[in-house]
């Protein structure tokens, strides 16, 4: 894992770039809605768990900040980076791809997304970008529209951003990475996807420095093109005049975006099982859904 290293730190790196730039551009729609609305960040650090061989949490064992925005237009956002490191618990580790009990060391480092909109005619958004190690090193992420409101118009202009950055690195990989988010972001017990899909690609491996290169160009390639188009669609929608019916149905949504979260995702278990920070973790959850 240790060769990794440098690898890690610059994944991290153009990460916390990735960051700063959605931010700034998130801020810049408050302010044309006529809003200070601004991130606040609040740094943490992961604390020792089961697997850590009984170490403390320790400027070695890393952790992240939480940004997080309430305001006219997203009316909660968050935009989370962390580079961790340490031990998997032994039933856990099993799970991750490289791992086992015996070889439960791992590295991770990633951004994660989620904004629910003020306005129902605004889709809600999830993106993610990651780099894990274990004994073995891979890139992981993707993005996917969830609109209580769907507009084809937006589903085709979000599809084809990914289509265009897929289309530069793979040729099949707009055609598997669709058809992964349509079968990840599934709600089994709903029998209902929990938005319009996007992409969704795990398990990118680098076998060596050149395919840990071209994953990485690629991954930059997805958080480039989330920054280019989302922000198009919430220009599109924020000014539309929304009905009480409409807040609803985006309610209800909301409600199964949480029931998906919570049940099925598997970086939300990947991080509180890792000492990830609970607030950070849980920002995926909507500010307030209903279940009818």
């Known amino acids: 894992m240790t060769e990794w290293t440098p690898y890690t730190a610059r994944a991290s790196a153009w990460f916390l770039g990735l960051r700063d730039a959605i931010c700034a551009e998130f801020e810049a729609i408050e302010r044309e809605a006529g809003s200070n609305a601004a ?12 697997g850590d061989g009984g ?19 997203f009316e909660k956002v968050g935009v989370n980076i962390s580079t961790v490191r340490g031990g998997l618990a032994k039933d856990f580790a099993a799970t991750i791809n490289g791992a086992s009990a015996e070889q439960n060391a ?18 809600a958004v999830h ?4 780099f894990l190690t274990t004994t073995k090193a891979w890139f992981g992420g993707g993005a996917d529209l969830n609109p209580p409101l769907p507009y084809d118009e937006d589903t085709a202009e ?21 058809a992964w988010a349509d079968e990840y972001f599934y709600i089994p017990h709903r029998k209902v996807h929990r938005g319009v899909g996007g992409i969704f690609y795990d398990h990118l491996e680098c076998a060596d420095v050149a395919a840990w290169e071209a994953n990485f160009a690629f991954t930059k390639a997805v958080g480039e093109a989330f920054l280019a188009v989302f922000p198009k669609l919430v220009r599109r929608r924020m000014g539309m005049a929304f009905t009480p019916a409409d807040k609803l149905q985006q ?3 909301r409600g199964r975006y949480a029931e998906f979260n919570l049940v099925y995702d598997r970086g939300t278990l990947f991080g509180l099982k890792t000492g990830g920070n609970i607030d950070a973790i849980l920002m995926s959850l909507p500010p307030e859904a209903v279940w009818t």
């Open 106 to 123: 791992f590295s991770a480092t990633g951004i994660s997304l989620v904004a629910h909109m003020a306005n129902p005619h605004v889709p």
């Open 158 to 178: 979000f599809h084809a951003a990914f289509k265009a950055a897929c289309d530069a690195h793979g040729a099949d990989y707009y055609d598997r990475f669709k």
């Open 39 to 50: 991130f606040q960040y609040d740094p943490w650090q992961r604390e020792a768990v089961e």
């Open 127 to 130: 993106m993610n970008t990651r």
């Open 251 to 253: 309610l209800e949504w």
């Open 55 to 73: 170490e403390t949490a320790t400027t070695e064992s890393g952790g992240g900040t939480r940004g997080l925005m309430k305001g006219k237009v």
